[in-house]
């Protein structure tokens, strides 16, 4: 089904470039940087908890990253092991406990930019072409072939790309061809270099060919996708916006229906000195697209749909209740606004106040079902759906059902020298059913409020608290998070943290997570020890997410670049 | 600027070309005819001789304990329209997953009345009324039909469906579940004067029962030949689209049980049944008045969970004359 990777031929591939260069006789000016880091965990079976007994008793995650350059040339290649892979990443990436899955080779000199091997790329914001590695969820869907970016004139901007994506440690049985041309109108045109108002126009195409599948129908092997964008900016505004349309493209994902896939994003900024805001809507109908017709999960995205919510740092809100993009379909805007109290100012105090404001409201799309999902996956001819469309949906209206909501405001004052104070409030409304895939059939509304304060007690001594509460009646209900942090700059830190679930309606689930770390960093390096436990729960990034199992051990972290 | 117009001009008629669009994913299939003559048993038979006292022996090494089979129990009628149209899709299903999908269908409800001149011949049973009776309220048209008897949380929390449209997602959903709660084997021996029926279903425990199960044998005719309203007809050669010598398919004729219950007899009681344990049971069962020709007949037995009263598991057997 899928290309085997033999990985040995990126050691021989380096190493030969090496080669190449030493037998020109000169290495005058070759740099070489590259990063480590090693991710490993001990495994204790913890019935309360949920955590397994895991009978390789350890995971390690590891990789290192190594890029030479010499003038116009850069190569690279990435080591990863996975020894096995950490409880919660594909058991795909234990099929190969060590290899060399990205390499590649790159000249850019003048007009011309180009690669061959393993490459990330983006167009526009991604909703039609985006590959990229988000280690934190195990997602790497890296192209593997050849890429050109040419600069023709002063403004305009094309990239071309041909390859298949990574699978683990295989590659897609989907080959992916793209263009996309940008033009940044105030360079192209030389007297409007130093205008205020700035325009930048953009458009791309792909299109993927996958061999037809096992099932009875007649597949389109070429499944082609255009985008449209553009934008403006004036002073302190900004105007956004990109249209995506993908023909029809049968898959798992949509039970194998013919209708188009559609997608718009829309994006106003406004800043200025002290204030911005930012209001962002998005619709998406049937934009699965993937290498493979047949991928699950996070793999073979050909695109990306950007999350339309904040992105939260605070643990309760990260882990429990997070929102998934629903590429299927889901319509929402958001809101954000950050205002800074003036300094010196009754409200803002000596140092200043900084408020942010944030809402995202997402729901399901305004639908009318035309087959039901068996019906479509029973692969029969369907008479009163003869073309397979599945459904009817208006692009530009909400439907009946709430996807998602997340009102949240946060506080961050500096009372002194010494003392800073960051206060939250966050509500969730979350359909866990269509984020996470569980069978609740209602809403979780929850609420969350974070207390984050940083007392520094000498220049080389300080305490960061942060103390974090959710009220829920829902689900597991009531949560409690406290956690303190002990830093003797610049090297150690040291943090003890615990949460306990003590509203869980069920008592013998009302358990506490502690965990104890100690840290060590040193300029670019930072060694991390901790154990405890590890609460079963979701790992969102930018919408995209992974569920993470409940754990109980030790943890050693290490990064490391050069 | 010229230099790279013919590489760009080729990239983009290459993607352009890059596109398949299709338009009808799936030809119309043709409705797989029925061979209306063919009366050969489509389970897996099981006979493996007969006891002394002359009923069927089942062969405990071949009878099928790898899948739970469905059971579609249709409510249709003679002056029903639509109904022909959609049968022929239900035994188009059960042609595609063969030895899977039982039918039973049932003469019932407003469409199955006996109205001279037109539709003379009475289809109706008496257990089919019983049946009828007890889902008439879930029933909005004909035909309808129930999937093993289930509620269907994932189909809009029903039990009753409405055209093949309606059922054929819950019983596709049902196939090829394997690990059934029990085996089923089921033989039936036609007496020589062709009066009577000795039948055995003989029903082994895969897992321990721990709840009362009651057995439903019916007994169903299958091709009867009556008349029947269809609207795929034309007026010109079936006046008011009546087919006098229309094909009727499984038609439920008796509920076998001398119990006349509508789930059956209880075979299994509360006290369960402990895996790998046989329940056999044994009927002579006298042919009724209302069967056409006793070679056509197919003896269907359920077992029926009676605290969830959905179907466990189904089989059915066509009748052997005897050696």
Redesign the interface.
């Known amino acids: 089904m899928f290309v085997k990777q033999p990985y040995l031929s990126a050691i021989v591939f380096i190493f030969s470039s090496s080669f190449l260069w030493a037998q020109e006789g000169s290495l005058d000016g070759l740099e070489i940087h590259g990063n480590f880091e090693v991710y490993a965990q001990t495994y204790n079976e913890d019935s309360i908890i949920g955590a397994p007994n895991v009978p390789e008793k350890s995971g390690v995650n590891a990789f290192g990253n190594f890029i030479a350059t010499k003038g116009a040339f850069t190569a690279g290649v990435r080591i990863e092991a996975y020894l096995p892979p950490v409880q919660g990443f594909s058991n795909n990436y234990g099929t190969q406990p060590v290899g060399a899955p990205y390499r590649f080779a790159q000249f850019a000199k003048g007009k011309f930019d180009i690669t061959v091997g393993n490459f990330y790329e983006q167009f526009g914001n991604g909703m039609i072409l985006r590959s990229y590695e988000e280690r934190a969820l195990g997602l790497d869907n890296a192209f593997d072939g050849l890429r050109i970016k ?1 600069k ?2 002063p403004g305009l901007y ?1 990239k ?1 790309i041909v390859g298949n994506q990574r699978f683990y440690w295989q590659k897609s049985t989907g080959y992916v ?3 996309d041309g940008e033009i940044a109108i105030n360079e192209l045109i030389e007297s409007l270099a130093e205008s205020k108002l700035r325009f930048t126009l953009g458009a791309s ?1 792909v ?1 993927k ?1 996958e061999a037809a599948g096992l099932k ?9 996708s255009w985008a449209g964008r553009g934008q403006i900016n004036y002073g302190g505004f900004s105007l956004l916006g990109e249209y995506v349309y993908k ?2 493209d ?1 898959n798992s994902d949509n039970h ?1 229906i ?1 209708r188009p896939g559609k997608g718009v994003l829309l994006s106003a900024t406004y800043s200025q000195k002290g204030f911005g805001i930012n209001i962002t809507a998005k619709s998406i109908d049937n934009m699965h697209f993937r290498a493979n017709r047949d991928a699950q999960l996070n793999d073979l995205f050909i695109n990306y749909l950007p999350a339309l919510t904040r992105q939260h740092t605070y643990n309760l809100a990260t882990t429990l209740y997070p929102y998934a993009t629903q590429p299927a379909g889901e319509i929402g805007i958001q809101v954000d606004i950050i205002y800074k109290i003036k300094k010196g100012s009754l409200l803002g105090g000596k140092y200043g106040t900084t408020i942010q404001g944030n809402v995202a409201i997402i729901n399901s799309l305004d639908t009318q079902q035309i087959s ?1 999902p ?2 479509l ?8 759906d ?3 469309e599945g459904y009817k949906a208006n692009l530009w209206t909400f439907g009946d059902k709430i996807y998602y909501r997340d009102y949240n405001i946060e506080v961050d004052r500096k009372f002194s020298k010494k003392i800073k104070l960051k206060t939250s409030y966050i509500y969730f409304v979350a359909n866990t059913d269509i984020s996470q895939g569980t069978a609740l059939g209602k809403n979780i509304h929850a609420h969350i409020g974070v207390l984050d304060g940083l007392f520094k007690v000498t220049r080389k001594h300080s305490i960061r608290t942060e103390i974090q509460h959710m009220w829920t009646e829902q689900d597991q209900g009531n949560w409690a998070f406290a956690m303190i942090e002990y830093g003797y700059s610049p090297h150690w830190f040291v943090t003890i943290l615990n949460q306990y679930n003590y509203g869980n309606p069920t008592k013998a689930l009302r358990v506490n997570y502690p965990t104890a770390q100690l840290a060590y960093i040193n300029g670019a390096n930072r060694v991390s020890l901790a154990y405890g436990r590890q609460r079963a729960g979701i790992f969102c990034v930018g919408g995209v997410c992974r569920p993470v199992p409940a754990a109980n051990g030790v943890t050693v972290s290490l990064t490391s670049s050069f | 600027m010229r230099k790279f117009s013919l590489p760009i001009l080729y990239l983009i008629l290459l993607f352009i070309s890059s596109c398949d669009i299709v338009d009808l994913p799936l030809e119309k299939p043709v409705i797989i005819p029925i061979d209306t003559n063919d009366t050969t048993p489509r389970n897996t038979d099981s006979l493996d001789g007969v006891d002394e006292n002359g009923y069927p022996l089942i062969d405990t090494n071949t009878i099928n304990n790898l899948t739970q089979k469905i059971y579609m129990e249709e409510f249709t009628g003679h002056s029903c329209t639509g109904c022909p149209t959609q049968t022929d899709l239900l035994l188009a299903m059960q042609a595609d997953h063969e030895g899977e999908i039982i039918v039973a269908t049932f003469h019932e409800g407003v469409f199955a009345k006996v109205e001279l001149p037109d539709y003379p011949t009475d289809m109706t049973s008496d257990y089919g009324g019983q049946l009828h009776s007890l889902v008439e309220s879930s029933i909005d048209a004909y035909p309808s039909a129930l999937v093993n008897r289930k509620t269907f949380t994932e189909f809009g929390n029903k039990q009753v469906f409405q055209a093949h449209n309606e059922w054929q997602g819950p019983a596709l959903s049902e196939v090829d579940k394997i690990n059934p709660a029990v085996a089923m084997g089921v033989g039936a021996i036609l007496n020589d004067a062709m009066t009577s029926v000795k039948i055995r279903v003989s029903t082994r425990a895969e897992i321990n029962l721990t709840d009362e199960y009651k057995l439903l044998v019916l007994c169903i005719e299958d091709s009867v030949i009556a008349e029947q309203k269809d609207g795929r007809k034309s007026e010109a050669e079936y006046p008011r689209k009546i087919v006098e010598e229309y094909t009727h398919r499984h038609t439920v004729r008796d509920q076998v049980n001398t119990s006349k219950n509508v789930y059956g007899e209880t075979i299994i009681d509360a006290a369960g049944l402990t895996a790998g344990e046989w329940v056999d049971w044994t009927i002579n069962y006298s042919i009724p008045d209302n069967i056409v020709d006793a070679k056509h007949i197919y003896i269907v037995a359920s077992l029926i969970n009676t605290s969830t009263v959905e179907v466990v598991q189904v089989e059915e057997t066509h009748v052997h004359l005897a050696k």
């Open positions: 040419v023709p004139i094309i071309g061809r793209a263009i195409f299109s060919y009875n129908f007649e597949y389109p092997e070429n499944v082609a023909f029809n049968p194998y013919y039901s068996s019906d996956d029973s692969e029969d001819y369907l008479p009163s003869p073309s397979r």
